[in-house]
């Protein structure tokens, strides 16, 4: 696996697209991106306008050559859509979208939890999913459905893993460390103990419990592997959201009493 610093090098742009990986070596032909806090919130629902979300993401079109955005309303769930044109969404709800049209820009939204994007020269699929902790999982969805749609073989898939929460910031209980590792990896959670879980009890329910670092990384690479996707054909990015004022983040933005700022999550073929 190859591993990447969204953030280095930040100088205050809104957006940042970096390339696939195969075979350990950058992959020609797609680019997968997110925009920044510095873009502002890119929230999105079928009922509301969003005119900021609407013009950046008419730049990144504009920028790839007039591609046209194919969205969906996310509600935290395994939910892939295969499409062929930007209506094949409308009114959707769902967490991920794959296509073989260049034409189109998948894009889901993300603040913490975990972008995943696809691509695979072969086939000519790409995609990107949003892959919250309930949703943990959905990737292993999209290359399903990406197989029984387009014939796409997981080894010639080059998968992305995007800015998210780690387990230096996430925090959780002990239900949901037992979820995780009985059902991803043992290898995602570690308990906390001594003064670093006295420390931590502070911020959390009044200090009730046990509580454990949650890797949503350790935990996706495992759904990854069991899908079949090698190991040289992965890219991830180092940066936790919720440690850096360069993403938007849920749990740190409204710790201070903001609003979090929804960053969008894209696919791009060149």
Known sequence: ????????????????????????????????????????????????INENRSKMLSEICSAFGGKTVSQVQLDHTKIVFAVEKQSDTNEKTGDGIIT?????????TVADCV????FDS?????????????????????????????????????????????DCCYIVNKERADYFALNFTPECIKK??????????RNWNNGAGELFRLSLLKANLAVLEKAGILDENIVAAADCTCDSEVFGSNRRETSCGETFTVQAAFTVRH
Request: net charge positive; glycine share 14%.
């Open 1 to 48: 696996m190859k591993t990447i610093s969204f953030a280095e090098n930040y100088a205050g742009e809104k957006y940042r697209v970096f390339p696939f990986y195969r075979n350990g070596k950058p992959a020609d032909g797609a680019g997968w991106g997110m925009t920044l806090r510095a873009a502002g919130s890119m929230r999105f629902r079928w009922n509301e």
């Open 100 to 108: 073989q049209n260049r034409g189109l820009l998948p894009v889901v």
């Open 115 to 118: 972008p995943i994007f696809l």
């Open 122 to 166: 072969e086939s000519g699929f790409f995609g990107v999913v949003h892959s919250g902790w309930k949703g943990t999982g959905i990737v292993k969805n999209a290359v399903q459905l990406a197989g029984e749609k387009y014939g796409a073989k997981p080894a010639d898939i080059s998968v992305a893993i995007g800015p998210h929460i780690h």
């Open 192 to 201: 906390l103990e001594g003064e670093e879980l006295a420390s931590a009890a």
